[in-house]
């Protein structure tokens, strides 16, 4: 019988593991499900705890190859599984009007408007379910393996180790130690650790890794952008700005909340948006793309320092809160104007982020949202708000040719970015295993 390790139970596992069983009906396995958090409510991360937003797109998600066929058969499984569509007997798939979704840049000439600013409109699908949603969707998966014979859940277990050899695969965890013939490695962004480990005794399994987004959550009021919002609700578009840095747009929440995001030594920004619970306000991140060039080699560490720069700036776990006028003024904030922060007071300072950011990654932002005035009247509004910082990590991109046994998924594997790349990615791994 074969037995199977899947460490971490996140977007790109939960592909795996659908893969996985679907072509294996009538086989002998085991699968163990290594689990840090100590229940289904606990265990996750990031987008598969808030916000949801499923999309389909070749341009952006991640680095590999998805067929599109299969990023759709992903996002249509988790929007049965949201009960957002239901499948008919005869192959149709009915989509609830509930269910909030559309194509960016679709109109031709919101694409040129932005084209002949000088902006990258960038093309994708999306659905978004919502961060209460997402998780009755992600309850509703697990239910379902739980009920697949033969997929135990350790949840409460969290992998320390991992030590390959020819045939067996030793997994250590905080509470045990087994042999596996396989091991998939699905830890996300967060279990960085376990893969640098990992990577530290076998340094040919890391293809390349030279690059940080650094930036900002950027939050307005809903009317300013109403237009947008209403035509595509997610509107991604790229520059290239005067820096010769490219600067791009992340993650729009109408109606949404900025939050924090917690790493083990420090705390950032983000945001998400609810299917229900609604605000007044828009936010959506400004990330700038930071690459850098040998000897230099540690863009995570480069990141994290200035995020706890940001935190030690804003006196222990916060971040820093400043106007669009400061901010391009480099002064610090000591009043709001007239947008009310959605991020709970008690995680912001009002401060200057110039004391965080360097000084090409400002002017880049700036050179960015200007260059979008001409396209968005209002957003250069002076006391439209800057939350910092917001950054985006990637991990090593791995070579997962080289330990046959042990396979690297999602995002820890450097090559995904999003539910829909892990969930496919995942996916099309679990095709290859002998
Ligand atoms: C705030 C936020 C919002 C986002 N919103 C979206 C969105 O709307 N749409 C979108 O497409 N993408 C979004 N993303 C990105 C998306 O969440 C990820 O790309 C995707 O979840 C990656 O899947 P994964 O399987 O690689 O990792 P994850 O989904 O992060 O899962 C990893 C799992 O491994 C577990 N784990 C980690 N280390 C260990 C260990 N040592 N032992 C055992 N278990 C371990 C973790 O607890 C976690 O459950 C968002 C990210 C964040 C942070």
Redesign the pocket.
């Known amino acids: 019988m074969k037995k199977l390790a899947i460490?971490?139970?996140?977007?790109?596992?939960?592909g795996f593991l659908k893969g996985f069983i679907e072509d294996r009906k009538n086989e002998k396995f085991i699968v163990d499900v290594?689990?840090?958090?100590e229940n289904i409510e606990t265990?996750?991360?990031?987008?598969?705890?808030?916000?949801?937003?499923?999309?389909i797109s070749k341009e952006m998600?991640g680095d590999l190859e998805i067929p599109l066929n299969i990023q759709k058969k992903v996002v249509e499984y988790y929007l049965i599984k949201s009960g957002y569509a239901e499948k008919k007997n005869n192959g149709t798939l009915i989509l609830s009007e509930k269910l909030e979704r559309g194509n960016s840049f679709e109109n031709e000439q919101l694409y040129r408007k932005f084209y002949d600013a000088g902006f990258e409109p960038i093309i994708s699908h999306f659905f978004h379910l919502g961060t209460d949603i997402l998780t009755e969707t992600v309850k509703n998966i697990y239910k379902e393996f739980l009920e697949t014979k033969n997929i135990n859940f350790k949840f409460g277990?969290?992998?320390?180790k991992v030590l390959p050899s020819e045939k067996q695969v030793i997994v250590i965890?905080n509470k045990s130690e087994e042999s596996y013939d396989n091991v998939i490695i699905?830890?996300?962004?967060?279990?960085h650790?376990?893969v640098n480990n990992l990577v530290k005794d076998h340094p040919e399994l890391v293809l390349s890794n030279d690059k940080v987004d650094l930036g900002i959550r950027y939050e307005l009021p809903n009317h300013v952008v109403e237009d947008l919002n209403k035509e595509m609700y997610e509107f991604k578009i790229r520059l290239k700005t005067k820096t010769g840095y490219i600067v791009r747009t992340f993650?729009n929440n109408p109606s949404g909340e900025v939050?924090l995001?917690k790493y083990d030594d420090f705390v950032t920004v983000?945001?998400?948006a609810n299917s229900d619970k609604k605000t007044h306000n828009t936010n959506f991140a400004i990330l700038v793309t930071h690459s850098f060039t040998q000897p230099f080699n540690d863009p995570i560490g480069y990141g994290s320092y200035i995020s706890k720069l940001s935190n030690i700036l804003a006196g222990g776990d916060k971040v820093i809160l400043q106007c669009y006028e400061d901010f391009k003024n480099s002064k610090r904030t000591k009043k709001l104007g007239r947008v009310e922060p959605t991020l709970n007071p008690n995680f912001y300072i009002l401060g200057d982020l110039n004391l965080a950011l360097p000084r090409r990654t400002i002017e880049s932002i700036i050179d960015f949202l200007e260059r979008l005035e001409k396209v968005i009247q209002g957003i250069t509004y002076p006391d439209n708000l800057l939350y910092g910082a917001e950054v985006k990590f990637y991990a090593n991109k791995i070579n997962n040719e080289h330990f046959g046994n042990i396979k690297i998924?999602?995002?820890?594997?450097g090559w995904?970015?999003?539910?829909?790349?892990?969930?496919g990615h995942?996916y099309i791994v679990s095709k290859n295993i002998e």
């Open positions: 460490i971490g139970f996140g977007a790109s596992a939960i290594y689990e840090k958090g265990s996750g991360f990031g987008g598969l705890k808030y916000d949801g937003k499923l999309f998600g277990e969290e992998v320390t965890s699905a830890v996300g962004r967060r279990g650790k376990l993650c939050t995001e983000n945001g998400h998924v999602g995002d820890c594997s995904t970015r999003s539910i829909t790349y892990a969930t995942g």
